[in-house]
């Protein structure tokens, strides 16, 4: 029997993934991690993004895609301020001027763009003074997307015959932090060649985490590396019980838990991906997109996964797959600047795993 044959959604996915590795892999994460309320919509929008060649995965994973994008908007003249960290936004007149970073410089502009946590910019970074009830009630009722826990093993063993993703039962549940687990769901990339030197690969292994908990256990440095020490052992230990010998192979250890994707990137609790997906949310934005200013704020714009909710790197290679770029079919309506540097970037720079 399939390991995943009990649940029908697993199962319509394992299919898929059999055909079409990449685009499993980039969809499954969503359902892995997603609101289970709404789970049969999520296969769906995977099966037709799939059907639509929208889903893909970039070779090297998103790092290459964020330099090219870098690398475009310093030849068109932008400049980059890494390491910088905004702790306010400056309001002049009810108009956004400029931002200032935790060393007290001060940066102005004609616009402030905020591509940051949601959250953090309209509650913190601007004090809560721009809101109305609709935006209220976003940061009222909505979910976040869950927070994970994901572990990620460098592996001296090749695993290119095994299927991409695999959800298998454990013979005895196991407490990954504190949430109890009675499956697993391991995956490698083996079909990314920039992953992994000949013969070895990468596996990781994502599931869902408890913010309070790991927030707590940071608390005490020792404490925190200990619960990540002993989360890697237990999977490596369950992954020993599917790949018998993999204990001795493993080469590479990484433990990444909420508060890591917090520390890395400010998101709320986090949220490894802007809202979760319920009924709840779509209901409340069925038939209208999410503001993307503030009322009584000028020059001031988000952007992002808190204001554009599902994956907006769908979009992009959707743009691009169906020749919306520069000598490729016809153009959208473009103002240049960032939009000309993500298309750019996407001709010249990226190679995608097609599905
Ligand atoms: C482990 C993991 C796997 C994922 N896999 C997929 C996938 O396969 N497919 C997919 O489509 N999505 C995936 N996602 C989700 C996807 O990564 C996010 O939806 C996407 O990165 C959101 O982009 P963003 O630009 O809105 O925000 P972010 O990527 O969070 O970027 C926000 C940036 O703002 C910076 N920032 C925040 N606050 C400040 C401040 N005060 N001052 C200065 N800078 C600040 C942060 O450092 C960060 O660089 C995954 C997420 C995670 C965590």
């Not at 969809?27 to 049969?40: H, P």
């Not at 520069?326 to 001709?347: E, K, M, Q, T, W």
């Amino acid at each position: 029997m399939s390991p995943c044959a009990s649940s029908p959604n697993a199962f319509v996915i394992l299919c898929c993934a059999r055909r079409c590795p990449s685009s499993f892999n980039l969809r499954l994460q969503l359902l892995g991690a997603g609101a289970r309320e709404v789970q049969s919509l999520l296969l769906l929008i995977t099966l037709a993004a799939m059907n639509d060649r929208e889903a893909g995965y970039p070779i090297g994973g998103s790092l290459p895609l964020a330099q090219e994008l870098a690398q475009r908007y310093l030849a068109l003249g932008g400049e980059i301020t890494y390491r910088a960290r905004v702790v306010k936004v400056l309001v002049e007149n009810d108009q956004a001027v400029g931002v200032r970073l935790e060393n007290g410089r001060e940066l102005r502009g004609d616009l402030v763009i905020s591509a940051a946590d949601g959250r953090s910019t309209i509650f913190d970074l601007l004090e809560g003074r721009y809101l109305n009830d609709t935006i209220r009630a976003y940061y009222r009722d909505l979910v976040p997307s869950k927070s994970i826990l994901q572990v990620s093993l460098g592996v001296a063993r090749d695993f290119s015959t095994e299927p991409p993703a695999l959800s298998f039962p454990l013979p005895q549940p196991i407490y990954l932090g504190n949430v109890r687990h009675e499956r697993l769901v391991a995956k490698h990339y083996c079909f990314d060649p920039t992953m992994a030197p000949p013969g070895k690969s990468v596996l990781t292994v994502w599931c869902e985490a408890d913010y309070d908990y790991w927030q707590s256990m940071r608390v005490h440095r020792a404490h925190y590396r200990a619960a990540k020490e002993l989360v890697a052992q237990q999977v490596i230990a369950a992954l020993e019980r599917r790949y018998p010998g993999l204990a001795t192979q493993v080469e590479v250890v990484d433990v990444a838990t909420p508060v890591t994707y917090e520390r890395y990137t400010d998101n709320w609790r986090g949220a490894f991906a802007g809202w979760a997906l319920t009924t709840r949310k779509m209901s409340m934005m069925m038939g209208r997109a999410m503001s993307k200013t503030l009322p009584g704020l000028s020059g001031f714009y988000m952007i992002g996964q808190w204001v554009e909710p599902t994956s907006s790197f769908r979009r992009l290679w959707s743009r691009c797959h169906q020749g919306h770029l520069p000598g490729h079919g016809p153009s959208l309506p473009r103002s240049g600047g960032l939009n000309a540097a993500v298309d750019a970037s996407l001709a010249d720079g990226c190679r995608m795993g097609r599905p």
